[in-house]
């Protein structure tokens, strides 16, 4: 089945896919109608996010995105008004185009390892 998904800078090396966290899970949504999407993704850009494009992709590849990073999904029906939630992270795991990378502070008491800094880049790249 053809659902419909907001991604942000879609087909650049920086693509990241419009996600909610619930605690500590993220949750992909899926779209019935791409008209749906497209009315999520202006409620997002009235919350200053960068304007997502809405992409259709097989269901099936979502799931599987899904399990492979450990993520939740849901199946947003024809017709329901999905709305974002209004708390949103400060922090998103990819930059809006055009935007540079923010550089790494030294910080010799920094509570993160540089091994640990390492893997979850990786993992982060393998989102994209």
């Not at 949750?27 to 919350?47: H, I, N, P, Y």
């Not at 399990?67 to 990819?94: F, H, K, R």
């Not at 509570?111 to 994209?128: A, K, M």
Request: proline fraction near 6%; charged fraction near 30%; glycine fraction near 4%.
């Amino acid at each position: 089945m053809r659902v419909f998904v907001l991604l942000f800078n879609a087909r650049t090396e920086n693509e990241g896919i419009h996600t909610i966290q619930l605690g500590d899970r993220n949750k992909v949504l899926m779209f019935e109608s791409e008209d749906d999407a497209t009315r999520f993704g202006v409620m997002l850009e009235a919350q200053d996010f960068p304007e997502p494009t809405v992409e259709a992709i097989d269901d099936r590849e979502i799931k599987e995105f899904c399990d492979s990073v450990d993520y939740d999904w849901e199946l947003v029906p024809a017709g329901a008004l999905a709305i974002p939630p209004e708390d949103n992270v400060t922090q998103t795991q990819w930059q809006a185009q055009g935007q540079p990378e923010p550089e790494p502070e030294a910080d010799s008491d920094s509570e993160v390892s540089q091994n640990e800094l390492d893997s979850i880049r990786r993992r982060l790249e393998g989102l994209l």
